[in-house]
């Protein structure tokens, strides 16, 4: 059986095992780490639709009570003043009057614009003077025919519009129906806020909470948000969260996910003092980007520990792979080449030989009377005599030749590049180095012969 043949026999060559073993051992990490960082990365997401942002929105809420929801109480407060409905069924008599409680609204509550219109005069008072005459014929006077019909369940409007005195700057009016003694509507009265005031309340909110926080009306319009906002100023027109608008609009408020270019967590919750939505956005975990550095590392040392795994299943295999083939190829006793190698190493050295024409020889040994050693020993001697021939002749070729146990007390040497003449000198040095050596047993010198035979193959 051929070299190769022999060496092939191993299931798995020693790269491909190595190779297999880490590709399956990388894998094994790769899986294992990777479900451990989908889990947690889950248990975040759960997280911060569950707990984080309805936290965050229930503490934004919390604010918006005493920063927002206060001009409505001023409103309110205004609408229900005795001295209001007094002046009122007055027939307006002192107007000075009305703009100096208008001016004392604005310096007690620190509102940017306080107004009162009478429903008798149509008359719009501020803190200054008399502004003007409402008129249902002018387009931008609807607001205040139309808050006329407000119900008594909901008897305030909010409404985001220019500044009366400053039409470059946009303010939130919250109008209340004020009402006399016996319920008769007689005319509103409310406060004004400035947007940049609630958009710095906004940015305030995004700065402590690290969140996307911005206002919607039930028409899916964004009325109110900060400098930094990137979404569209609808929700019908926001990618991704389009398709959510129906189930946000339909429900007081909720839980939702989205993508847009990554996934976006949204809390939605109305506020039902403004009948707007209060939208709190988080893109990620704070905790995501340790995560996922993390797991680097845990790629990092399973690619370590796939390496060390392969260094030293390399060792490994190569160290049985190199005690198989002595196995497949050495003699066990004497340790020279058995007849398996000999037949391998025999062709391919013929054919170099041929190829290159170049003279090859065959020595065939065999030590004389070796069965009376056997006799008159027993076997172990016998072995130890075939290990010192061994020896000697691995000391006595040259390294190109190739020495051979063929079967019992018989011996083949190949010489290679070797004519007749050499092999003859060859096998006459074998010969007298054997006559002279000794095997040594308990107190006795046993000598040993050999007789020779040469093949030449040419």
Not at 102 to 114: A, K, V
Not at 172 to 195: P, Q, R
Not at 330 to 348: E, H, P
Not at 373 to 385: F, I, K, Q, S
Request: charged share 25%; glycine share 4%; aromatic share 10%.
């Amino acid at each position: 059986m051929r070299l190769d043949l022999m060496t092939s026999a191993v299931w798995l060559n020693k790269t491909r095992a190595a190779v297999l073993f880490t590709v399956m051992l990388l894998t094994a990490f790769l899986i294992i780490s990777w479900t451990s960082f989908k889990v947690a990365q889950q248990s975040m997401e759960a997280e911060i639709k569950e707990n984080t942002l309805p936290l965050t929105s229930d503490n934004v809420y919390s604010e918006i009570q005493q920063d927002l929801l206060r001009p409505i109480f001023i409103s309110s407060l205004m609408a229900h003043d005795t001295f209001v409905r007094d002046w009122v069924l007055e027939n307006e008599s002192d107007p000075q009057a009305m703009i100096r409680y208008l001016r004392e609204i604005d310096n007690r509550f620190d509102t940017i614009f306080s107004f009162f219109i009478s429903d008798k005069t149509k008359r719009y008072y501020d803190p200054q003077r008399i502004l003007k005459t409402m008129s249902e014929s002018v387009q931008e006077d609807q607001w205040y025919f139309q808050a006329r019909e407000l119900s008594d369940e909901h008897p305030y409007l909010i409404e985001v519009g220019h500044d009366p005195e400053k039409r470059d700057r946009l303010d939130i009016f919250i109008n209340h129906k004020v009402k006399d003694y016996n319920g008769n509507f007689i005319g509103i009265a409310g406060v004004g806020i400035s947007v940049e005031k609630v958009k710095h309340l906004i940015e305030k909110y995004q700065e402590r909470y690290r969140r996307t926080i911005y206002f919607m009306d039930k028409s899916g319009q964004v009325v109110l948000h900060g400098d930094d906002f990137l979404n569209a100023l609808n929700i019908h027109q926001q990618p991704g969260l389009s398709s959510l608008a129906m189930a946000i609009l339909t429900n007081p408020g909720g839980s939702y996910q989205y993508d847009n270019d990554g996934p976006v967590f949204l809390n939605t919750r109305l506020i039902p003092e403004f009948d707007w939505y209060l939208m709190i956005e988080q893109r990620s975990h704070p905790s995501e980007q340790r995560l996922w550095i993390t797991l680097m590392k845990n790629l990092g040392v399973s690619l370590a520990a796939s390496l060390l795994f392969l260094f030293l299943l390399w060792l490994t295999i190569g160290g049985y792979q190199r005690r198989l083939e002595r196995m497949a190829t050495t003699d066990k006793l004497t340790g020279v080449m058995n007849r398996q190698a000999f037949d391998y190493f025999f062709k391919r050295l013929r054919a170099m030989c041929f190829t290159h024409r170049k003279p090859m020889s065959i020595l065939i040994l065999d030590i004389g009377h070796f069965k009376r050693v056997n006799d008159a020993y027993g076997h172990g001697v016998g072995d130890l005599v075939l290990q010192n021939i061994a020896q000697l002749l691995q000391q006595a070729i040259r390294s190109s030749d190739q020495a051979c146990r063929w079967g019992g007390e018989e011996f083949v040497v190949l010489l290679d590049d070797c004519t007749l003449e050499n092999a003859l000198q060859r096998a006459d040095i074998l010969r007298r180095a054997v006559e002279i050596a000794e095997v040594s047993y308990q107190k006795e010198k046993i000598h040993i012969t050999i007789s020779a035979a040469i093949i030449r193959n040419t």
